[in-house]
């Protein structure tokens, strides 16, 4: 009996000691390691879908990971990781020179990795049949130089509310910054709660027109992108001449003029959960999912197939 307790002393402390031996940080508490542990992460709310669906499958393989997701608009996200609230955040950016620079300061080497594309959708009401504009249009109406429908071509002469999702949030940036290149948009935009806020503002009012994020309605199989896409009217976008939607073979031909690109930024400065989710998200099964998602993977090709049709002859 006594010997049987010796083990069972022995195999205890083995135990303890190769629980001690795990990484902890500077106040003794255990390190999260790629696949285990806890995280938070700031995200851009546009990318919800996405990356919904990565983290519930990433948390599915790995059932000692535990991620956070923490939606805000971007600027609120960037700012998380500078001040070091989270350690990744997953936007539509990269780093800026001067947070490198910040960076440096603090030794720190940051990580950028993009890992899909995306774009804006402008989405109108289901009973506005005007679903065709061009980019210098869409840049007279972020200056304020368009503000009528009939203005874009319609018989409407009534004005156009432009709805966004958040002031500081990545969409409306990118669309400030490389489109229309203006400091502030006019006083007949205004944004609303989030993606799905604009949504539903759209499919109540005829002359709203909305940009969003594709990614809340570009997965076929997800029943609320299905949803939405029956409340609202996709807009077409001409770059140089020919009108198109945001679909995913546009996307991945660059014909769509509007897309961008999602990036994972990282400030980890060892091989924890932050950097396990990245390297998940870059995989070929995190890639699986933007694809499935209706986006366009990074790192991973992509093949786009043509259908012509061609009416058969049959000989007599």
Request: aromatic share 8%; with cysteine.
């Amino acid at each position: 009996m006594k010997d049987i307790k010796k083990v069972v002393i022995l195999c205890i402390s083995v135990l303890f000691f190769v629980a001690g031996c795990r990484d902890r940080d500077k106040d003794g508490r255990i390190l999260d390691t790629p696949t285990s542990g806890f995280i938070k992460i700031a995200i851009d709310e546009s990318l919800r879908p996405l990356i919904d669906a990565e983290v519930m499958v990433f948390e599915a393989l790995y059932k000692r990971a535990d991620i956070e997701s923490l939606y805000y608009p971007e600027a609120d996200a960037i700012d998380a990781l500078m001040s070091d609230s989270v350690r990744v955040a997953v936007v539509t950016r990269r780093f800026t020179e001067e947070e490198k620079d910040y960076f440096k300061e603090i030794r720190i080497t940051p990580t950028e990795f993009d890992v899909a594309i995306s774009a804006v959708a402008l989405i109108v009401n289901r009973q506005n049949t005007d679903t065709l504009i061009n980019m210098d249009q869409l840049r007279a109406l972020l200056r304020g130089e368009i503000s009528l429908w009939s203005q874009l071509g319609s018989k409407n002469n009534a004005g156009i509310e432009i709805v966004f999702d958040n002031p500081n949030s990545g969409l409306i940036r990118h669309l400030k910054d490389s489109v229309a290149r203006v400091e502030k948009l006019p006083a007949n935009a205004f944004a609303v709660e989030n993606n799905e806020a604009v949504i539903d503002h759209v499919s109540q009012n005829e002359n709203a027109l909305g940009l969003i994020g594709l990614e809340w309605i570009s997965d076929k199989e997800d029943s609320a992108s299905n949803s939405f896409m029956k409340r609202i009217r996709v807009m077409s976008v001409a770059g140089d001449s020919a009108h198109f939607k945001p679909y995913q073979a546009y996307l991945a031909l660059k014909y769509y003029p509007l897309a961008r690109r999602i990036t994972i930024l990282s400030r980890e400065a060892r091989m924890g959960l932050g950097n396990g989710f990245m390297a998940f998200v870059a995989s070929e099964r995190g890639q699986r999912i933007v694809l499935k998602a209706g986006l366009v993977p990074v790192t991973m090709p992509l093949r786009v197939v043509e259908i012509y049709q061609k009416d058969f002859e049959i000989e007599n």
